[in-house]
């Protein structure tokens, strides 16, 4: 039997007690934390220093030889960080395959990489299987779970693997780490006391969760689907032109039609859902460098009042934003102890930032690791936090990268009682193309009223965000399975 050698013992970061709490549910459940990429890559290959690349990103950093366990006698879960770890590494040659044949082996290999999921306990959470489709193509499948690397992470990763791999897999061609555990002990230097209280106030008021699709207990989570949308130029360059305009960041727009939304969902006036946020310190060094979860899923609270204009909604939804901004390291789960149940909710918004880099040039010593992927396969794309029911989440994730167009993915519930991609793309009453510009048109002009029309339907949001809120049943296009989402760009401005 191998011994295991424990270098450090860690505590956790707020969203990996929120995975874990998740992970000890229902053991039972398929883990949705578990995510994979698949990159095509070039021949020729020397899978011998491409997998001394990824030993190499094993040994350098820690955080990625973390298991996840509650010693005896110990009052919480820590991350055990264990020492010489082996990464786990497979080669199979499919290239005397037809290509029918490769493709569809190559699928199944990477469908059954998802499924046998991870054993946290068990370092490292990290596994890759290197197939050699033809004689000029490969495809690697690097399956991982979520605990230990954020979607931050995941470009830092790849590229320090590229550039030891062109070193032929001397690892000293990179800088000296920045490890996870400073982040881990600038955690414990914050005081949570005030972070508690500035929760409590900011949440002072919600007596209530706000569930959108409300699920019985024990209902298993399943792998979301997405439904991708692009927006044209026009309504891009429309809403930063009018966040400039009101000293608003694109990501406060976002958030208030989300919250219009959720809003004439659930009939309420004052609504929370979740937002992830990055969760990097700006004071930490080299934070910008390091592996590992930094991400955390925060309420957002939306108050809608009909005697105030969009713009109002708006300015105040990024001010409370800004006033949080010192707290946004606590946990859900203290906060839920600290503001009770209204900190709960099943909806979260995710706002990505991109940059599209030029790809450099494919060589011998750079067959297309840095940044490039074939796709990206997730089992579960949705931050876990114990501060929402278990079971089912919705999720809309607006990627908003520079340039003229903007898109929204919308990940969806693909399981009973939801509906359709079909059904998530088009909403009744939707206003089309017609109504796109809208939404900053309306918000420039300062918006007119935030009204509501009842609790179960026909509910319109007037003067700059969100038209075409859904029902249920066989009326709201998804066939009769229940209630959809909503289209958060649709507008229709007050007259």
């Known amino acids: 039997m191998t011994r295991i050698r424990i270098e450090d013992v860690w505590p956790l970061s707020p969203l990996q007690e929120g995975l874990l709490f998740h992970a000890g549910h229902d053991e039972r459940a398929r883990d949705v934390y578990v995510e994979q990429r698949v990159l095509d890559l070039a021949a020729p290959l020397e899978p011998d220093v491409l997998r001394a690349s990824w030993q190499a990103m094993l040994d350098r950093h820690a955080s990625l030889r973390a298991g996840f366990r509650q010693p005896a006698g110990a009052p919480r879960l820590?991350?055990?960080?264990?020492?010489?770890?082996?990464?786990?590494?497979?080669?199979?040659?499919?290239?005397?395959?037809?290509?029918?044949?490769?493709?569809?082996?190559?699928?199944?290999?990477?469908?059954?990489?998802?499924?046998?999921?991870?054993?946290?306990?068990?370092?490292?959470?990290?596994?890759?299987?290197?197939?050699?489709?033809?004689?000029?193509?490969?495809?690697?499948?690097?399956?991982?779970?979520?605990?230990?690397?954020?979607?931050?992470?995941?470009?830092?990763?790849?590229?320090?693997?590229?550039?030891?791999?062109?070193?032929?897999?001397?690892?000293?061609?990179?800088?000296?780490?920045?490890?996870y555990r400073d982040y881990l002990a600038w955690l414990e230097r914050q005081d949570r006391d005030a972070a508690r209280a500035a929760w409590a106030g900011a949440l002072a008021g919600v007596a209530e969760p706000t569930l959108v699709a409300p699920v019985a207990p024990g209902t298993e989570s399943v792998p979301p689907r997405h439904v991708v949308e692009a927006l044209g130029a026009e309504t891009a360059g429309a809403l930063r032109e009018v966040a400039r305009l009101h000293g608003l960041t694109p990501n406060t727009l976002v958030q208030g039609a989300w919250g219009l939304a959720i809003g004439a969902l659930t009939g309420r006036r004052d609504v929370v859902f979740g937002a992830t946020v990055s969760g990097r310190p700006a004071d930490l060094p080299g934070v910008e460098r390091m592996l590992g979860l930094f991400i955390n899923?925060?309420?957002?609270?939306?108050?809608?009042?009909?005697?105030?204009?969009?713009?109002?909604?708006?300015?105040?939804?990024?001010?409370?934003?800004?006033?949080?901004?010192?707290?946004?390291?606590?946990?859900?789960?203290?906060?839920?102890?600290?503001?009770?149940?209204?900190?709960?909710?099943?909806?979260?918004?995710?706002?990505?930032?991109?940059?599209?880099?030029?790809k450099p040039p494919r060589t011998p010593r750079n067959p297309g690791l840095e940044g490039?992927?074939?796709?990206?396969?997730?089992?579960?794309?949705?931050?876990a936090h114990p501060g929402r029911p278990p079971g089912r989440r919705h999720v809309a994730a607006p990627r908003l990268p520079p340039g003229p167009v903007r898109r929204v993915r919308r990940p969806h519930d693909p399981g009973p009682a939801r509906p359709g991609a079909a059904a998530v793309r088009?909403?009744?009453?939707?206003?089309?193309?017609?109504?796109?510009?809208?939404?900053?048109?309306?918000?420039?002009?300062?918006?007119?009223?935030?009204?509501?029309?009842?609790?179960?339907?026909?509910?319109?949001?007037?003067?700059?965000?969100?038209?075409?809120?859904?029902?249920?049943?066989?009326?709201?296009?998804?066939?009769?399975?229940?209630?959809?989402?909503?289209?958060?760009?649709?507008?229709?401005?007050?007259?």
């Open 297 to 358: 899923t925060l309420p957002v609270r939306v108050t809608l009042d009909p005697a105030r204009t969009v713009l109002d909604v708006l300015t105040e939804v990024q001010a409370r934003q800004i006033g949080l901004m010192d707290h946004q390291h606590l946990g859900l789960s203290d906060i839920r102890r600290a503001a009770g149940p209204g900190a709960t909710f099943d909806t979260i918004l995710v706002y990505e930032n991109s940059c599209a880099k030029p």
């Open 426 to 495: 088009r909403r009744p009453g939707r206003p089309g193309r017609r109504g796109r510009g809208a939404v900053a048109r309306g918000a420039a002009a300062g918006g007119g009223g935030v009204e509501r029309h009842g609790s179960s339907g026909a509910g319109r949001v007037v003067g700059g965000v969100v038209r075409g809120v859904c029902g249920a049943g066989a009326g709201c296009g998804g066939g009769g399975r229940g209630r959809c989402g909503v289209d958060v760009w649709g507008v229709e401005r007050s007259r």
């Open 78 to 179: 820590v991350q055990v960080i264990v020492a010489g770890a082996v990464l786990p590494w497979r080669e199979i040659d499919l290239s005397g395959r037809p290509t029918a044949d490769a493709r569809a082996e190559a699928e199944r290999l990477a469908e059954d990489e998802r499924e046998r999921g991870f054993d946290v306990a068990t370092p490292p959470l990290l596994r890759l299987v290197l197939i050699r489709m033809s004689g000029t193509r490969y495809r690697l499948l690097v399956t991982m779970h979520h605990i230990v690397l954020d979607g931050w992470s995941l470009p830092i990763l790849f590229r320090e693997v590229s550039q030891v791999y062109a070193a032929g897999g001397d690892a000293s061609v990179l800088p000296p780490v920045a490890p």
């Open 372 to 383: 490039r992927r074939r796709r990206q396969r997730r089992r579960g794309a949705l931050p």
